[in-house]
C-alpha cells in the first residue's frame, strides 16, 4: 500500500502560539514514530513558520496563497515567501474560502498555478453541496468535473510537469458535521477524479485525498481503499490524542 498523506488543516485555530506549538509538537512526536503516512500540518500564518523552522518529523502547509510573486497586495502571502520558509504545500479553494471571502474558480485557478509554478504542492479542494449530492453520485461527479476543469484550466501548459497536484474531494454537506461520506462512494469519486484527470489535456496523476468528518473511528475505513490517497482532518486536527491515533491508523484498527 502506498503512504498515505494525511494533513490537518487547522483553520483559525488556535488562538495562542502557546497552544499551536503544544498541538504541533505532539503530532511531530507521534510523526516520527508513525509508519507509512505522511503528516501535513497547516496551522494559520501567524503560526506557521515559527513552527516549520522549529519542528521536524512533519511537513508544512498554508491554508491559502495569493497568485502574485510581489508587489501591493496588502494582506497577501506569495508562493515563494512560503517555499522559502520550510512549507511545501498549500490549500487552495477550500469550500470556506468560496463561501465567505467569495473565491470564484478564476482565481482559484490562477491561484493554483502560481503555487505550482513556485514548486508548491497544491491541495485543491473541490466538492459538491447538498443539493447536488441529493442528485446522486453522478450529480457530485459532474459537479466536480466543472470546478476541476475551472480550476485547473491551461494547467498543461506548465512546465515541468505538476505532478505537486493533489486534489481533496470534500463534499460540503460533510465537513463539520458529523456526518462523513460513505468511504465506497469516495473511493468510486476518488477513481472518476484520476480517470478524469489522466486523458491527454490533463496527463495528470494526481493523488485524491477525503475530507469532510473525518475521526479517528472512521480514518481506517476510508483509507484501507488503494484508491484513496489521504485525507484532510479539520475539527479531528485540532485535539492531540485524536490526531495520532488517525497517525496511527494502521496500528489501531
Ligand atoms: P472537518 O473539516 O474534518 O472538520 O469536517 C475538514 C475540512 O474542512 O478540511
Not at 160 to 167: F, M, Q, S
Not at 232 to 237: E, H, K, N, Q, T
Request: charged share 25%; net charge positive; aromatic share 8%.
Amino acid at each position: 500500500m502506498n503512504r498515505k498523506i494525511l494533513v490537518a488543516n487547522w483553520k483559525m485555530n488556535p488562538q495562542t502560539f502557546v497552544e499551536a506549538e503544544r498541538l504541533a509538537k505532539a503530532v511531530s512526536d507521534a510523526a516520527r514514530k508513525a509508519k507509512g503516512v505522511e503528516v501535513v500540518l497547516c496551522p494559520p500564518f501567524t503560526w506557521l513558520t515559527d513552527l516549520s523552522h522549529k519542528l521536524k518529523f512533519v511537513s508544512w502547509g498554508a491554508q491559502d496563497t495569493f497568485w502574485e510573486e510581489r508587489g501591493p497586495f496588502t494582506g497577501e502571502t506569495s508562493p515563494a515567501m512560503l517555499k522559502n520558509s520550510k512549507v511545501d504545500y498549500v490549500i487552495i479553494g477550500h469550500s470556506e474560502r468560496r463561501r465567505w471571502l467569495h473565491e470564484t474558480d478564476q482565481m482559484i485557478n490562477k491561484k493554483v498555478l502560481a503555487a505550482l509554478r513556485a514548486k508548491l504542492k497544491v491541495i485543491l479542494c473541490v466538492g459538491e453541496p447538498l443539493s447536488v449530492r441529493k442528485k446522486g453520485l453522478q450529480a457530485a461527479k459532474n459537479f466536480v468535473k466543472n470546478q476541476l476543469q475551472k480550476d485547473l484550466k491551461n494547467i498543461y501548459n506548465l512546465k515541468p510537469k505538476t505532478h505537486n497536484l493533489i486534489i481533496a474531494y470534500e463534499p460540503i454537506w460533510a465537513i463539520g458535521t458529523g456526518k462523513p461520506d460513505d468511504p465506497a462512494e469516495t473511493a468510486e469519486m476518488s477513481r472518476f477524479i484520476k480517470e478524469y484527470l489522466k486523458p491527454k489535456t490533463y496527463n495528470l496523476k494526481p493523488k485524491v485525498l477525503y475530507g469532510g468528518s473525518v475521526t479517528s473511528l472512521n480514518i481506517g475505513r476510508i483509507l484501507e481503499y488503494n484508491e484513496i490517497d489521504g485525507a484532510l482532518v479539520g475539527g479531528a486536527s485540532l485535539k492531540a490524542n485524536e490526531f495520532k491515533k488517525i497517525i496511527q491508523w494502521k496500528s489501531i484498527r
